[in-house]
């Protein structure tokens, strides 16, 4: 292992210390204000962390990943269907203490504002509306109709890319699911934030108060009902740390060359023998790995297409509830590992 790798793969969760940028990478807002990222410290036991405690990082793609932590580029990272390319995020994030993984699931009518905020100006205007009826009918004691305080942060919302921007003292970790299913525009329209690491919100650089409160994703506080905030200064959102982004693909397309550099591209080879194995122990224990050795030979060789969660499937019912009654094994293969192509 080099001595550059932050990422071993089969670590437990620890504060590393980042290497300094190059310096093509290093962001103005180093030394804004930082926001207050959530830890995973405490939440080791969480079910939250299952994908990441679970997860076998294949020892052929460290180059790839320590290459985008320490670049500070994104990886993108292409595979066949049911892969563990999604999966692979949650390992680093857990491993390194880069906080919960915030998701952008794209498809093909997502656009680059719906990864950055939301701006409920529907709502805005009832809300005003409302205000504005309801000091129509109050009674007037010689004063005029009061006028409230424009609470527009209310109505924003950063998403996954706009929070993962969010100056912090670590990068924050994101995955950006099935770009390759994305308008052919999005690659294009990515290309100033990732070499930038900043964008503005025109509703907010309009408004009269030049710090205003918003909401954020944060998918440790969503799992627990409640809801998080930052505050927003002149309108601007600029990292302090590029975030770790993991963008997925499963080879669909290709994409502009711009775009291509400013990724670390690595593709993800179908699992090994010894990789299915590894993660077959993880998730149903060592005996049932030997037990479905066959099993996991036969996936491996087979010239379908098929994903390890569907073999994980088959297993569960063969050998961890069933006891290894083979009886029924040819049909429950058959009904639960029907080739993808």
């Known amino acids: 292992m080099t001595t550059w790798h932050l990422f071993k793969g089969q670590g437990d969760p620890s504060t590393v210390d980042f290497p300094a940028p190059p310096p093509w990478r290093r962001f103005a807002m180093r030394d804004a204000p930082l926001h207050n ?9 969480s079910p939250y962390w299952n ?14 990943i320590n290459a985008a932590l320490t670049l500070r580029r994104p990886l993108l990272l292409t595979g066949r269907p049911g892969s563990g390319k999604s999966s692979l995020i949650y390992r680093v994030a857990y491993e390194l203490s880069l906080g919960p993984v ?25 809300e005003r509306r409302l205000q504005h009826d309801g000091d129509a009918s109050a009674p007037q004691s010689g004063s005029e109709p009061r006028n409230m305080p424009d609470d527009i942060g209310r109505f924003i919302t950063l998403r996954a890319l706009g929070t993962a921007l969010l100056p912090s003292s670590r990068p924050r970790a994101l995955l950006i ?33 030049p710090e205003v409160q918003v909401r954020i994703a944060d998918p440790i ?19 302090a740390e590029f975030p770790f982004i993991v963008m997925t693909s499963n080879g669909e397309r290709e994409f502009p060359q711009a775009f291509q550099r400013r990724c670390i591209r690595v593709d993800l080879a179908p699992p090994t023998e010894d990789d299915v194995c590894r993660i077959v122990a993880a998730h149903l ?33 063969v050998h961890a509830l069933n006891g290894g009654n083979l009886s029924d094994e040819q049909r429950i293969k058959d009904l639960l590992m029907r080739p993808l192509t």
Not at 51 to 64: H, N
Not at 108 to 125: E, F, N, Q, V
Request: glycine share 4%; aromatic share 8%.
């Open 102 to 126: 915030l998701v952008w699931p794209v498809n093909s009518r997502t656009t680059l504002k719906d990864g950055l905020y939301d701006y409920d100006a529907i709502a805005r205007l009832q």
């Open 51 to 64: 994908p990441a405690r679970t997860y076998r990082t294949p020892m052929r793609i460290l180059d790839a």
């Open 221 to 239: 506080a969503d799992r627990a009902d409640k809801t998080a905030y930052t505050v927003i200064t002149r309108g601007r959102v600029s990292c």
């Open 285 to 317: 224990g060592e005996s049932v790995a030997q037990d479905a050795l066959g099993n996991i030979q036969e996936f491996v060789n087979s010239e379908d297409v098929a994903a390890t969660d569907q073999l994980l499937n088959a297993l569960y019912i």
């Open 177 to 209: 699911d099935e770009i390759d299913k994305a308008d052919p525009d999005l690659p294009n329209d990515l290309l100033n934030i990732l070499e930038d690491g900043w964008f503005e919100i025109p509703e907010l650089q309009r408004h009269e108060s």
């Open 37 to 45: 990222m959530v830890e995973i410290e405490g939440h080791y036991d």
